[in-house]
Nanobody, 128 residues
């Protein structure tokens, strides 16, 4: 069983930064996929970034590339999403997700359906 818990959302002005945390506990492997998604009201859940638990094959959505950074702390079983240069368009509930077995093509999982374990979500609001 895998548990996923996010934290770190909040309110920030445009141009500011936030860091989200996601702790993944339970059975994980080097190929376990960990991803960040976001969802705004009335919109589908959107891919943000993903990486293997081993730390390689990090992939970003075009909308966040160069502004968001995926990182990890193995000792804490925690991954982070550092978000810089935030804009109001980044406002959403952000979700962390994990899938222990990662059957995705090339081990890069960008669809919500690729993940079997989700956190509760954390709200990020960017004011203009």
């Amino acid at each position: 069983q895998v548990q996923v818990v996010e934290s770190g959302g909040g309110l920030v002005q445009a141009g500011g930064s936030l860091r989200l945390s996601c702790t993944v506990s339970g059975r994980t492997f080097s190929t376990t996929a960990v991803g960040w998604f976001r969802q705004s009201p009335g919109k589908e859940r959107e891919f943000v970034t993903t990486s293997k638990w081993s730390g390689d094959l990090t992939t970003y959505a075009e909308s966040v590339r160069g502004r968001f950074t995926f990182s990890r702390d193995n000792a804490k079983n925690t991954v982070y999403l550092q978000m810089n240069s935030l804009t109001p368009e980044d406002t959403a509930v952000y979700y962390c997700a994990a899938d222990p077995y990662n059957y995705c093509s090339g081990y890069v999982c960008t669809n919500p359906s690729d993940y079997g374990h989700w956190g509760q979500g954390t709200q990020v609001t960017v004011s203009s």
